[in-house]
């Protein structure tokens, strides 16, 4: 048995998948396994896979019908049999260093996380980002994992003892599966930092930040009403209360209003209202948006514009997306 099971679900990802196999291939340690899950892709991804794992006896290829990013992750799950297990998506690689470093790392604990870089399409860097947050007790630390501003919620990034995944599962057909389950994967669980960017993330067109769903809304709320649930059976929604309502406030309201926004599109104030009005009123007030100590002056910022007047806000937004061009950023 390896020590370590490397999950990479893959789905028409030809451009990019060589560099993420060639990363996993050139890990300094030894013990561990790859499986990739051919998601039903219909490009050339496999048959770069077969070739670049050729003569790896301990890198595979499984095959399933098209269900998704969380169906993937599950069904790969099946196959691993490692005392740890790691996620990588297909367009991303990893510093090759990661295993090991990750491992060493770990301790009697049952999680590990590390930041990552972010890269653009041609892998060119864009940033670091790492778990910037207080970590002298658990308690804190699974408030920034209810808030996931300062933490990475991300199923990446991370390795996990591979019993945290016996019962549970990735929820499938649901957007923001990482957000929507990372409060239950870290619960009562004793988690290590690594505070390197050992993870390269590909920001690509087409991301779920950059193009809109329809579903967008109804799934964020459903999954912050998940957590309040959760909290609440765990009688810990007392303890967590700050942390709950400035996760809603950064995730419910300011992440996904930027979405809405990303997009541009002529309809993008009629899905802002839709927002305002499927938000909890008793959340989403000037007095929690002041008073947090979590998000950043520019969040409040647009938080109250967007509560006073959703047109200032979207051209506000608008106007700082066309400046963000203009110097180079994404």
């Given amino acids: 048995m390896k020590k370590i099971s490397v999950v990479v679900p893959v789905y028409n990802v030809e451009s990019y998948i060589e560099e993420c196999v060639e990363s996993l291939i050139k890990q300094d340690f030894d013990d561990y396994e790859v499986i990739f899950v051919d998601d039903g892709s219909k490009d050339n991804s496999v048959n770069k896979i077969k070739l670049k794992i050729e003569g790896y006896a301990d890198f595979r290829i499984v095959t399933k019908a098209n269900g998704g990013l969380s169906s993937a992750r599950n069904f790969g799950l099946q196959y691993a049999e490692g005392e740890f297990v790691t996620f990588v998506d297909s367009d991303d690689y990893l510093d090759h260093s990661f295993l090991k470093k990750m491992l060493s790392a770990i301790g009697d604990a049952n999680i590990?996380?590390?930041?990552?870089?972010?890269?653009?399409?041609?892998?060119?860097?864009?940033?670091?980002?790492?778990?910037?947050?207080?970590?002298?007790?658990?308690?804190?630390?699974?408030?920034?994992?209810?808030?996931?501003?300062?933490?990475?919620?991300?199923?990446?990034?991370?390795?996990?003892?591979?019993?945290?995944?016996?019962?549970?599962?990735?929820?499938?057909?649901?957007?923001?599966?990482?957000?929507?389950?990372?409060?239950?994967?870290?619960?009562?669980?004793?988690?290590?930092?690594?505070?390197?960017?050992?993870?390269?993330?590909?920001?690509?067109?087409?991301?779920?930040?950059?193009?809109?769903?329809?579903?967008?809304?109804?799934?964020?709320?459903?999954?912050?009403?998940?957590?309040?649930?959760?909290?609440?059976?765990?009688?810990?929604?007392?303890?967590?209360?700050?942390?709950y309502k400035n996760g809603y406030l950064f995730h419910g309201i300011f992440v996904t209003s930027c979405i809405i926004i990303n997009q541009k599109s002529a309809g993008g104030l009629k899905h802002i209202d839709k927002l305002r009005l499927m938000a909890d009123g008793k959340i989403f007030r000037a007095s929690n948006i002041i008073k947090s100590k979590s998000l950043d002056s520019k969040v409040k910022l647009y938080l109250l514009l967007l509560k006073i007047s959703p047109r200032l806000a979207l051209l506000l937004k608008l106007t700082q997306n066309k400046i963000g061009k203009k110097n180079g950023e994404n």
């Fill in 112 to 243: 590990c996380c590390c930041g990552y870089t972010e890269v653009t399409d041609a892998g060119q860097f864009i940033r670091a980002v790492n778990n910037n947050f207080d970590k002298t007790s658990d308690s804190i630390i699974y408030g920034n994992v209810i808030e996931s501003i300062n933490f990475i919620p991300n199923a990446w990034g991370k390795i996990y003892r591979r019993e945290i995944f016996s019962k549970l599962h990735y929820p499938e057909g649901m957007l923001f599966e990482d957000f929507a389950i990372a409060y239950k994967v870290f619960y009562q669980e004793k988690v290590q930092f690594v505070d390197e960017p050992l993870y390269y993330y590909r920001i690509r067109k087409g991301s779920i930040m950059r193009d809109f769903n329809e579903n967008i809304i109804e799934h964020k709320f459903i999954i912050l009403n998940n957590i309040k649930n959760f909290l609440e059976k765990n009688n810990s929604l007392a303890l967590y209360q700050d942390s």
